[in-house]
Every structure is written in C-alpha cells, then in structure tokens.
C-alpha cells in the first residue's frame, strides 16, 4: 500500500518551453503532497507544499510562479516547470501524505521522481 | 535557525558494520526518519523514531537521544546493495521535514 506514481520518469525539453509533471496517489488519498528538487550529490530541497483544494505554499527562493503546483483531487497533483532554463535541470521528487493512513504520525510516501533535463 | 548535521561520505567493508551519525537543532520535535537512497531514485523509508532509544530492523537500527539532539543508523553485515546515501529527517514543531544533506556510503568488497 501507500503508493506514489510519478510521470514521466525522465524529460528533455528545450529552453523556453514548459514541462508538466504529474504526482499520483495510487492506492490511498493524499491530503498533502510536497515538491522536492534535488541537484546532483545534494539533499533534498523541499520546493512547496500543496493541501487539496487549496493553493501552494512555497518555499523561501521558490518562485510561484515559474513552478506552477495543482492539486486539483486528492490523488493527483502536477508541477509545472514553466519557460525552463537549462538551470532548472534537475531530479524532481514527489511525495503524498494522509494522516488517516501513514505508518506513523506524518509520514511521507515518495514517487519515483522525474528527472529533468532543459537543453 | 534549523540545522541537522550529518558526515558527507563514509567507506565500510562488505560484512563490516557502519554508524551514521546525525545531530540536529531544530524548532520542536515530533520525531526523526532516516531514508535510504540510490543514486537516480527516491528515497525510501528506512526507520521512524520518536522515543529515545534503540529500534531495531533487521540489519539496520536506529537510536534516538533528545536531549543529546542526536540519532545514528546501525547497519550490520554490510552488503554491496547498502552503497547509497543515507538521509536523516527531522518532522519539527509544524510538522515539516527538515533534511539533512545525507550521508554516502562507500561499501568495499
């Protein structure tokens, strides 16, 4: 159970151009879901957090709107990487939470991640 | 501010045993999570504690001192599949994750 599903695993796109990345919840709902982005041999960056029905909270330095988050259902957000630079490349992570559901109080379910790469 | 500390880079032998150490200064505490993760792949779920103590999985364990603001991951018998980075977590006062930068273990035949 508690599955994350992540599309597409990988991207190239050109400069200039927008990307959409999709984030599922597969087998429960997720209240929240969050958006990493991680750079080679570096952590986790925790990009934003979106609750369902409501809008993103995005971290410090995050710019909102060049990374466009919807989570318009309880078992699907998207982030849209909107005019991508060469910059923006990078691994994108995923990942869902429900109370009613986790392991333990909080815990987090991770996609796959996409991996993108703006040429 | 918000910081959790954890060594770069580790190297252990196959069927040795390796501690990964982790402090951390946080606003509040409701518990700290390590991860495991492979170079080009999320992380996964390795061990969740919230009580001081030692939880034990398996070959991996996990211990949590509070006071110390201090966690490590015991991995026992090493194997070559163990080579990854290793992510402490810490869920603060509101309830979000503060990572650590993580730790990558080198295993060697």
């Known amino acids: 159970g508690a599955v994350v599903s992540q599309h597409p695993s990988w991207v190239i796109c050109k400069s200039g151009t927008s990307v959409k990345i999709e984030c599922r919840s597969l087998?429960?709902?997720?209240?929240?879901m969050f958006w990493y982005r991680q750079f080679p041999k570096q952590s986790l960056m925790l990009m934003a957090t979106?609750?369902?029905?409501?809008?993103?909270?995005?971290e410090q330095g995050v710019e909102k709107d060049k990374f466009l988050i919807n989570h318009a259902s309880l078992t699907l957000s998207t982030l849209t990487v909107t005019s991508a630079h060469p910059e923006d490349s990078s691994f994108y992570i995923c990942?869902?939470?429900?109370?009613?559901?986790?392991?333990?109080?909080?815990?987090?379910?991770f996609g796959p991640g996409t991996r993108l790469t703006v040429t | 501010g918000q910081n959790i500390d954890q060594p770069t880079e580790m190297t252990a032998t196959e069927g040795a045993i390796v501690q990964i150490n982790c402090t951390y200064q946080?606003?509040?505490?409701?518990?700290l999570f390590w991860y495991q993760q492979h170079a080009g792949e999320a992380p996964t779920f390795l061990s969740y504690?919230?009580l001081d103590g030692l939880e034990e999985k398996g070959r991996f364990s996990s211990f949590l001192s509070r006071s110390k603001g201090y966690s490590y991951l015991l991995l026992k018998e090493l194997q070559m599949k163990d080579s990854a980075s290793y992510l402490c977590?810490?869920?603060?006062?509101?309830?979000?994750?503060?990572w650590g930068a993580g730790t990558k273990l080198i295993i060697k035949p």
């Open positions: 990942s869902a939470r429900d109370l009613g559901t986790g392991r333990f109080s909080y815990e987090q379910y």
């Open positions: 087998d429960f709902q997720a209240t929240t």
């Open positions: 979106s609750n369902e029905g409501s809008k993103a909270t995005y």
């Open positions: 946080t606003s509040g505490f409701n518990g």
């Open positions: 504690n919230v």
């Open positions: 977590a810490v869920l603060d006062s509101n309830y979000q994750l503060i």
